[in-house]
């Protein structure tokens, strides 16, 4: 696939996830956080299927993958956006972006190196780093929460599990992809993921079974199906495309993007306020994801003239 390929994914997720925040924050305010994670995984995941078999693209994966498969699907989607949805009940979507998303590109990394699926490099180091620095700058002020109790420091911590387990599972997913294809692995792991979340809602979310044959009101539908679309049928697929084209550091560099993005849609569509703090928090992670993105290719430069 092309460099120009990749770069095209690569924004289209940064837009797509970077709007699914708010979705997620909407949603999980009126029903119970994990009930609503899991039936939006579940009928995406049904979805997928039924494309895949149209298409003829449907690979059933081997025996001695299953395993690994089960992991990736618990990893990707049960115990990354179970604990996610359940947290942002506790912590506002400011401070959860912030340490989700700056985690998640350093995780990628960590378990890439540690499971042989990317190299070590200093230049992607810094720029992950910068992009962490872009993103305190962004959302710190927003990020500061004097009255943290008990329930916050919980949800904190969950948030913060669901960047780890879900750059754990994205490391797992790379062969699986390169294997059977990211229709294949896309709904499998969202149909397997969302009925073990569905699984656990139904056992301790007490209110989950009410609410499963209960009508939503329009803005958790609407965010619901935000989710389901954009945010699973569209984004995760590209997503994992990605992770099988450019490894998961570079794939995962979308968390300094989306964002950047955000602010800018809020400031065109809401009218809200952009300041100078902000513009240089968003330059500084566009810079970090240039860093991520071409880091082999300014290495080699750098390598030529040291040679020269």
């Not at 690979?59 to 990893?75: D, E, K, M, W």
């Not at 049960?78 to 998640?104: D, H, I, N, Q, R």
């Not at 490391?171 to 969302?194: E, F, K, W």
């Amino acid at each position: 696939m092309s460099s120009t390929g990749n770069i095209t994914k690569f924004l289209i997720l940064c837009l797509v996830w970077g709007l699914t925040w708010i979705a997620v924050k909407v949603g999980v305010t009126s029903t119970p956080p994990m009930l609503f994670a899991a039936t939006r995984f579940i009928f995406a995941g049904l979805v997928l299927l039924g494309w895949g078999a149209a298409r003829g693209v449907l690979t059933l994966p081997c025996v001695r993958h299953i395993g690994r498969l089960l992991v990736t699907s618990l990893l990707m989607i049960t115990l990354c956006y179970g604990p996610l949805f359940w947290g942002m009940k506790f912590v506002p979507s400011g401070t959860a972006a912030v340490l989700e998303m700056s985690l998640t590109p350093l995780a990628l990394l960590a378990f890439g190196i540690a499971l042989g699926e990317e190299r070590w490099s200093g230049i992607r180091l810094g720029a992950m780093m910068l992009g962490v620095t872009g993103l305190i700058i962004l959302f710190g002020p927003a990020a500061a929460t004097p009255d943290a109790g008990l329930w916050t420091i919980f949800g904190l911590v969950a948030v913060a599990w669901a960047a780890i387990s879900s750059a754990w599972g994205s490391v797992l997913a790379r062969p699986l992809v390169s294997g059977y294809g990211s229709t294949t692995l896309s709904a499998s792991t969202t149909l397997i993921g969302g009925i073990l979340l569905l699984s656990v809602s139904l056992t301790i979310e007490t209110d989950a079974t009410a609410a499963l044959v209960t009508l939503w009101n329009w803005q958790a539908i609407a965010g619901w199906l935000f989710l389901v679309i954009f945010g699973s049928l569209i984004g995760y697929s590209i997503y994992l495309q990605l992770l099988r084209d450019i490894g998961p550091a570079r794939a995962g560099s979308f968390a300094f993007v989306s964002p950047a993005i955000a602010v800018a849609v809020g400031a065109i569509l809401a009218g809200e306020t952009v300041t100078f703090q902000s513009i240089t928090g968003m330059i500084l992670m566009m810079l970090a994801a240039g860093g991520c993105l071409f880091a082999d290719r300014i290495g080699a430069v750098v390598l030529m003239r040291k040679k020269a």
